[in-house]
């Protein structure tokens, strides 16, 4: 079973920058396609951003250009560098792997970590 772990949120006022961490274990680096998910109170979690297995990135529109998505496919981990925050980036940001890119993009996935709280207000 995946199990993940984030880490790097924080406070940071608007136009700021913050970087996410998340260590991804149970699954060999090289076997899964990654991303970064985040949700707000009363909301479904979406998609922010994936990595398929072979590197190549994907952003949702709301995201692309300010945010981004890296992987070590040595140390088995994900990264998410977000610059130019606004307040609506304010949530609880998640990182989830999978075999299948369809369940990364689907948000279709058995298990989730703890998260990591990011709220951005001056």
């Known amino acids: 079973q995946v199990q993940l772990v984030e880490s790097g949120g924080g406070l940071v006022q608007p136009g700021g920058s913050l970087s996410l961490s998340c260590v991804v274990s149970g699954i060999n680096s090289s076997e899964y396609s990654a991303g970064w998910y985040r949700q707000t109170p009363g909301k479904e979690r979406e998609l922010v951003a994936y990595v398929t297995s072979a590197g190549t990135p994907v952003y949702v529109d709301s995201v692309k250009g300010r945010f981004t998505i890296s992987r070590d496919y040595g140390k088995n981990m994900l990264y998410l560098q977000m610059s130019s925050l606004k307040p609506e980036d304010t949530a609880v940001y998640y990182c989830?792997?999978?075999?299948?890119?369809?369940?990364?993009?689907?948000?279709?996935?058995?298990?989730w970590g703890q998260g990591t709280q990011v709220i951005v207000s001056a």
């Open positions: 989830n792997a999978a075999r299948l890119l369809s369940r990364v993009i689907g948000v279709n996935l058995p298990s």
